[in-house]
Nanobody, 123 residues
Framework: QVQLVESGGGLVQPGGSLRLSCAAS????????MGWYRQAPGKQREFVAS???????NYADSVKGRFTISRDNAKNTVYLQMNSLKPEDTAVYYC?????????????????WGKGTLVTVSS
């Protein structure tokens, strides 16, 4: 199994920047997808950004043009560069890794989650 550990969260003023990191304990080069999700207080977890083997880079509309996802397979690490942060970006940010595959109608493998890192955007 692979463990995912997020870091880089913190308190930042509106308009500021943060870079989140997600370090995996094993290789992620064969994963179908690696991405970031977030959960704001009182709200459901939502998609932020991802790399997928089929569709490439994807972003939620709310972060397009402000956030950039990148990966370093040699370091087994995924990053989320967040610029022009807004108070509504305040949330716990979770790293996600999809190491699943389909055999016929059945899905196998694992989906991994980190424990999250808190991002607070406030003046």
């Amino acid at each position: 199994q692979v463990q995912l550990v997020e870091s880089g969260g913190g308190l930042v003023q509106p308009g500021g920047s943060l870079r989140l990191s997600c370090a995996a304990s094993g290789s992620i080069s064969s994963f179908n997808a690696m991405g970031w999700y977030r959960q704001a207080p009182g709200k459901q977890r939502e998609f932020v950004a991802s790399f997928t083997s089929s569709t490439g880079t994807n972003y939620a509309d709310s972060v397009k043009g402000r956030f950039t996802i990148s990966r370093d397979n040699a370091k087994n690490t995924v990053y989320l560069q967040m610029n022009s942060l807004k108070p509504e970006d305040t949330a716990v940010y979770y790293c996600n890794g999809d190491d699943t595959y389909w055999a016929g109608e059945d899905q196998y493998g694992m989906i991994y989650w980190g424990k999250g890192t808190l991002v607070t955007v406030s003046s």
